[in-house]
């Protein structure tokens, strides 16, 4: 099992320019999330979808949008690229939708920069 | 107040020592908490569960106390693998949303 992918690894954008993070996972999980990374602010939620057919705001979805393409892949747009908007983007997967809270199996990462 | 908070660090030890981190929540309704770990450059991975019991996994301790709202991790015997930022984790409540610490950076050398 490859576990959760994400494409692409690296990528370098002007401002103003859109571009679709993907993220695929192979363990049959429910839920997916996508996360930013930025020095000193931790991992903060951009959305998630809690099932297939499902998505939600997370804690910093301005500037956003996703699509729950099936069970496996959850991709994340930028319509239009700001500089605040370089950080490192983790999509994650986890298994069933509780009250409480599983395990989140991570992706390597996209690191995004906007010029 | 941030939700999840802990001491960044670095904490630098020698290989073998003792080292605990702290960390704090601020939300009373949150039910599961967990330490990931994260090497540079790559993405977290999860270490271990905390319970209200606490729980052991090899020389990784893991403690909950409720009253105070903190959760704690205890590594014995560090070793230079060790190494790393290890990241405070508790959820919201619903949704299996989890609220992410900056992390606390540990370094162990020879």
């Known amino acids: 099992n490859a576990g959760v992918t994400q494409t692409p690894k690296f990528q370098v954008l002007k401002t103003g320019q859109s571009m679709t993070l993907q993220c695929a996972q192979d363990m049959n999980h429910n839920s997916m999330y996508w996360y930013r990374q930025d020095p000193g602010m931790g991992l903060r939620l951009i959305y998630y979808?809690?099932?297939?057919?499902?998505?939600d705001k997370g804690e910093v979805p301005n500037g956003y949008n996703v699509s729950r393409l099936n069970k496996r892949e959850f991709s994340l747009r930028l319509e239009s690229a700001a500089p605040s908007q370089t950080s490192v983007y983790f999509c994650a997967s986890s298994e069933i939708q509780l009250i409480g809270a599983d395990t989140q199996y991570f992706g390597p990462g996209t690191r995004l920069t906007v010029l | 107040r941030k939700e999840v908070e802990q001491d960044p660090g670095p904490f630098n030890v020698p290989e073998g020592a003792t080292v605990a981190f702290n960390c704090t929540y601020s939300?009373?309704?949150?039910?599961?908490f967990f330490w990931y770990r994260q090497d540079c450059r790559k993405e977290p991975k999860l270490l271990m569960s905390?319970?209200?019991s606490g729980n052991e996994d090899g020389r990784f301790t893991a403690q909950l106390n409720r009253a105070s709202q903190y959760i704690s991790l205890l590594i014995r015997d560090s070793k230079l693998s060790d190494s790393a930022t290890y990241l405070c984790?508790?959820?919201?409540?619903?949704?299996?949303?989890?609220?992410f610490g900056t992390g606390t950076r540990l370094q162990v050398t020879l």
């Open positions: 984790v508790g959820n919201t409540g619903t949704a299996s949303k989890l609220t």
């Open positions: 979808s809690a099932s297939e057919g499902t998505t």
């Open positions: 939300n009373s309704a949150s039910q599961s």
């Open positions: 905390v319970y209200s």
